[in-house]
RNA sequence: GCGUCGAUGGUAGAGUGGUCAAUUACAUCAGACUGUAAAUCUGACGCCUUCGGGCUACGCAGGUUCAAAUCCUGCUCGGCGCA
């Protein structure tokens, strides 16, 4: 069982700094959470990621379920245990694979859409997630077998990879659905949300695990608001901000939500983790951030600069012997040059994505931090116009 | 020396009379990526362009043909075989 406390509030914001006690460690917040969805950070070994000063580690059900299995993962341990990662850790529910593995399947729809694709409702086909009240029914990716999730499996494998913090199946829509599914999806997301904690209080009865809610509705306010009044005053431990968003709504629409949630329980932002986001989400009352985003760009060599992102394999850092990022502290940056990284990703080798990984992590941890000391120190505003003058994302 | 096979864009390697500025791969040059189907994916890749097209190209030089990377002749270079 969690235990949230609220160090400090920024006045006339929603913004916090604070402090999760987990049995396993605690988090300081606003804090990034460092995805290892197969219950390992990609390219990174357990080392690496303590090095790194990373505070917490989310692993995937979906992910996990398949492979190796749950029942492994609980006889090693629980999937913290299993990867040699003693501090606090997470588990998503496999709720965003009916997104990843259904309506954006074989699209170019992702969770943060552009103005443009939003209205684009185009079919797709050769889905491997198809969703109904019941739960949503996976092909596997790995060997097209089918298995279908719903919110009472879901907390029992969660329940069997033993994450501190686990989360509550739902469904993950896609920006471009219309208001009318986003309804629809949103009722069942509720429903769901009421199953998987029946489901959690019955196998957790020494309340080992904390269940967070999640809150969907898409980009429509009266949905957003809707959701976290019917999820908050259900007894969650903690609430995820899931779901769809465009770039500019990501500070408001996490807004509507966080003036309505407890705010004595910690909220997590699901699956965001760009710089400017993180400002905007930490300003509009979010605590907790996990996102793919710094190691998947890491491995395809998009650095993170303070003067905004680099793509490390341009022709010009061939002969670059400066650090990637002028006065940064991490392994990568303290060791090796603009040039050597270029290298690596030219030769293909494999450490060129655990260099770029090990910087990119960095950049971001360290930029969370940052954001809580500025909150602690009342220089949040201060700090958001320093960092945003730099960088510049083009 | 004789015979034989071959010479294609940065590289490898398709093509064997028109639908070829030339399949494909790699390399190269860019771009994308936000609860990880992702060490992935997308685009560009002869020169010029008012984007309609124009021009120069498949070892070199001739030739046949309405039309040649593709057929013929000679040459140059290379592989292999025989002397």
């Given at each position: 069982m969690l235990k949230f406390t609220i160090e400090k509030k920024i006045e006339g914001t929603l913004a916090r700094a604070g402090e999760i006690q987990t049995k396993n460690g605690v988090i300081q917040t606003p804090a990034f959470v460092t995805v290892g969805t197969k219950a390992t950070v990609k390219a990174l070994t357990a080392e690496q990621i303590r090095s790194l000063g990373?505070?917490?580690?989310?692993?995937?059900?979906?992910?996990?379920?398949?492979?190796?299995?749950?029942?492994?993962?609980?006889?090693?341990g629980g999937f913290g245990k299993f990867m040699d990662w003693h501090g606090p850790t997470m588990t998503d529910s496999g709720g965003f694979q009916a997104f990843s593995l259904g309506a954006a399947f074989g699209t170019s729809v992702s969770k943060v859409a552009t103005g443009d694709e939003v209205s684009d409702i185009s079919a797709t086909k050769g889905q491997l997630a198809k969703v109904t009240d019941e739960g949503v029914t996976f092909k596997s990716h790995l060997d097209g077998s089918s298995h279908l999730f719903t919110p009472e499996s879901s907390m029992e494998a969660q329940w069997k990879l033993g994450a501190d913090m686990i989360f509550a199946?739902?469904?993950?829509?896609?920006?471009?659905?219309?208001y009318e599914y986003q309804q629809k999806s949103l009722v069942r997301t509720y429903e769901w949300a009421k199953r998987s904690l029946v489901r959690h209080e019955e196998l957790d009865t020494e309340k080992q695990q904390s269940l967070f809610g999640v809150i969907q509705g898409g980009r429509f306010q009266d949905l957003r608001e809707q959701a976290a009044r019917d999820l908050g005053a259900l007894p969650f431990d903690g609430y995820g901000i899931g779901g769809s968003f465009t770039k500019d709504d990501i500070g408001t629409a996490v807004g509507w939500v966080n003036t309505i949630l407890p705010e004595d329980k910690p909220r997590h932002l699901l699956g965001i983790g760009e710089p400017i986001d993180l400002f905007n989400a930490v300003e509009a009352g979010c605590d907790l951030f996990d996102c793919i985003a710094p190691t998947r760009m890491a491995r395809h060599g998009t650095l993170h600069t303070t003067h905004g992102r680099i793509n490390i394999k341009n022709a010009k850092f061939v002969d670059d012997f400066t650090q990637i990022d002028e006065g940064c502290t991490c392994y990568t940056c303290t060791h090796h040059t603009r040039a050597y990284i270029a290298h690596l990703f030219r030769a293909d080798e494999i450490a060129a994505a655990t260099l770029a990984s090990i910087h990119n992590l960095h950049f971001i941890l360290r930029l969370v931090e940052k954001i809580r000391e500025s909150i602690l120190n009342d220089t949040f505003f201060e700090y958001k116009k320093e960092f945003l003058e730099t960088y510049i994302k083009k």
């Amino acid at each position: 069982m969690l235990k949230f406390t609220i160090e400090k509030k920024i006045e006339g914001t929603l913004a916090r700094a604070g402090e999760i006690q987990t049995k396993n460690g605690v988090i300081q917040t606003p804090a990034f959470v460092t995805v290892g969805t197969k219950a390992t950070v990609k390219a990174l070994t357990a080392e690496q990621i303590r090095s790194l000063g990373a505070q917490v580690v989310l692993a995937n059900t979906y992910h996990l379920y398949l492979q190796p299995g749950a029942d492994i993962v609980e006889k090693a341990g629980g999937f913290g245990k299993f990867m040699d990662w003693h501090g606090p850790t997470m588990t998503d529910s496999g709720g965003f694979q009916a997104f990843s593995l259904g309506a954006a399947f074989g699209t170019s729809v992702s969770k943060v859409a552009t103005g443009d694709e939003v209205s684009d409702i185009s079919a797709t086909k050769g889905q491997l997630a198809k969703v109904t009240d019941e739960g949503v029914t996976f092909k596997s990716h790995l060997d097209g077998s089918s298995h279908l999730f719903t919110p009472e499996s879901s907390m029992e494998a969660q329940w069997k990879l033993g994450a501190d913090m686990i989360f509550a199946f739902d469904e993950c829509t896609s920006p471009s659905a219309p208001y009318e599914y986003q309804q629809k999806s949103l009722v069942r997301t509720y429903e769901w949300a009421k199953r998987s904690l029946v489901r959690h209080e019955e196998l957790d009865t020494e309340k080992q695990q904390s269940l967070f809610g999640v809150i969907q509705g898409g980009r429509f306010q009266d949905l957003r608001e809707q959701a976290a009044r019917d999820l908050g005053a259900l007894p969650f431990d903690g609430y995820g901000i899931g779901g769809s968003f465009t770039k500019d709504d990501i500070g408001t629409a996490v807004g509507w939500v966080n003036t309505i949630l407890p705010e004595d329980k910690p909220r997590h932002l699901l699956g965001i983790g760009e710089p400017i986001d993180l400002f905007n989400a930490v300003e509009a009352g979010c605590d907790l951030f996990d996102c793919i985003a710094p190691t998947r760009m890491a491995r395809h060599g998009t650095l993170h600069t303070t003067h905004g992102r680099i793509n490390i394999k341009n022709a010009k850092f061939v002969d670059d012997f400066t650090q990637i990022d002028e006065g940064c502290t991490c392994y990568t940056c303290t060791h090796h040059t603009r040039a050597y990284i270029a290298h690596l990703f030219r030769a293909d080798e494999i450490a060129a994505a655990t260099l770029a990984s090990i910087h990119n992590l960095h950049f971001i941890l360290r930029l969370v931090e940052k954001i809580r000391e500025s909150i602690l120190n009342d220089t949040f505003f201060e700090y958001k116009k320093e960092f945003l003058e730099t960088y510049i994302k083009k």
